[in-house]
């Protein structure tokens, strides 16, 4: 079964547009958390942020925030006037009981100047 | 500076040939993961390790095997039963909890 879906494949905006990017998760744990990683062209894989199932507190960092809703399993992320340089794939993960982690298919965006 | 390496950057892989990926970290990481990508789609696990001389299967171990014979080196090799290799390999290692794990910066596996 799909632990985590990421509905967008592909979203284009033009720079200082904000975007949200959508993660839905699936779980029967109480305790789990989500993720969300970054992967540039470059290949490499960038953490971004980690949310326990017990805070459901939105988080802000600079452009980036994140809106967690246990009601709805949902974990979004928005970025606030984008720019050029965070066109990459973004990744939405869930990690439960024990010690792996599943991934979504990825969202992949592109900021046009 | 700690982190994850991978090596090498590309492979080539000829048909019945079995290949080794490197992944070695030097971040005292208990655990350490191998995932495959395919062009527009996610990470899917082959394989995890969370101590030396153990690992498990994860939701794609066919044509795979793994070591870990040492806590910095979690080597995947490919092997001949795998007949769809072509792919992005990344490796990762996480800390003991709920940490974020780490990722390497990938080795792109293709056919000859």
């Known amino acids: 079964a799909q632990k985590v879906t990421q509905a967008q494949t592909e979203i284009s905006v033009v720079e200082k547009e904000d975007v949200t990017l959508d993660c839905v998760y699936e779980t029967r744990d109480t305790t789990y958390y989500l993720f969300w990683y970054k992967q540039p062209p470059s290949g490499e894989l960038v953490f971004l942020i980690r949310r326990n199932s017990f805070d459901e507190q939105n988080e802000i960092s600079g452009r980036y925030s994140w809106n967690f809703q246990k009601s709805t399993s949902s974990f979004n992320f928005t970025i606030t006037a984008s720019q050029v340089v965070d066109s990459a794939v973004y990744f939405c993960?869930?990690?439960?009981?024990?010690?792996?982690?599943?991934f979504g298919a990825g969202t992949r965006l592109t900021v046009k100047p | 500076d700690g982190g994850i390496t991978q090596s090498p950057k590309y492979l080539f892989r000829k048909e019945g040939q079995n290949v080794t990926l490197s992944c070695e970290q030097n971040l005292n990481h208990d655990a350490m993961y191998w995932y495959r990508q395919d062009p527009g789609q996610g990470l899917r696990l082959i394989y995890y390790s969370q101590i030396v001389n153990d690992f498990q299967k994860g939701d794609i171990a066919e044509g795979y095997s793994v070591s870990r014979e040492k806590k910095e080196s979690f080597p995947l090799t490919v092997t001949s039963a795998q007949k769809n290799p072509t792919a992005f390999y990344l490796c990762a290692s996480r800390d003991r909890g709920w940490k974020p794990q780490h990722f390497g910066d990938g080795t792109r596996l293709s056919i000859l």
């Open positions: 993960a869930l990690s439960e009981a024990g010690n792996d982690m599943r």
